[in-house]
């Protein structure tokens, strides 16, 4: 079975632009969360979604943006990107809301210049 | 608001040295706690999740203990292989978030 899939792997933007990051969960999987990781820092919460539904947004600016599609994967998008927004971006998957084995994809990781 | 730190921040150990890396956390209502290993450059690999004190987990070389107020990683003879960043979680009480603590960065030089 196919894990949790992240697209694209890297990315350079510069200031001001936007991008769209995307994620697949495991098969069968309906939740999705996207967590930032800045270089020698734990992932931090950004957005939970389940069954299309946002369940929970961490401390993010509203240029940060994410919804689920009928198929469960993810978009997160951000919007007028600033040097602060380099990180690697993680989708986690995880089987049902409550489920308590999370799995990450590989990340994307951005760069803004 | 939960909390979690990790110590120390980096280790260094000769292989076959065992150690322990610990994790405290300041939970309201822990619902679990995750442990990941992340390589260089790669995503969180899924660890282990304890639950309750007194839990106790192992996966080769790796053993995860729980208590009321801190989470134990022992490593046992580890080899360079073994060599990353451990990362510490715990599940919110809320929805199924997990709040990181930044992690022990582990290197086991032959």
């Known amino acids: 079975d196919a894990g949790v899939t992240q697209s694209p792997t890297h990315l350079i933007k510069t200031r001001g632009q936007h991008v769209t990051l995307r994620c697949s969960p495991i098969s069968g999987h309906k939740s999705v969360s996207w967590y930032q990781q800045v270089l020698g820092q734990g992932p931090q919460f950004i957005f939970q979604y389940y069954e299309k539904e946002e369940r929970g947004r961490g401390n993010f600016p509203d240029r940060f943006s994410a919804r689920q599609f009928p198929n469960y994967s993810s978009e997160l998008n951000v919007n007028a990107l600033l040097l602060g927004d380099s990180a690697l971006y993680l989708c986690?998957?995880?089987?049902?809301?409550?489920?308590?084995?999370?799995?990450f994809g590989e990340g994307s990781w951005l760069t803004v210049v | 608001e939960d909390q979690v730190t990790q110590s120390p921040e980096a280790l260094r150990l000769q292989e076959g040295e065992s150690s322990s890396l610990n994790c405290s956390y300041t939970?309201?209502?822990?619902?679990?706690l995750f442990w990941y290993r992340q390589d260089p450059g790669k995503g969180p690999e899924f660890l282990f999740t304890?639950?309750?004190a007194g839990e106790e987990k192992e996966k080769e070389r790796l053993k995860a203990t729980l208590t009321k107020k801190e989470s134990f990683l022992h490593i046992t003879a580890p080899k360079p292989e073994d060599s990353a960043t451990y990362l510490c979680?715990?599940?919110?009480?809320?929805?199924?978030?997990?709040?990181f603590g930044k992690g022990t960065m582990l290197l086991v030089s032959p």
């Open positions: 939970v309201s209502g822990l619902r679990g």
């Open positions: 986690a998957s995880l089987g049902q809301s409550g489920s308590n084995t999370i799995y």
């Open positions: 979680a715990s599940l919110n009480s809320g929805y199924s978030t997990l709040t």
């Open positions: 304890l639950y309750s």
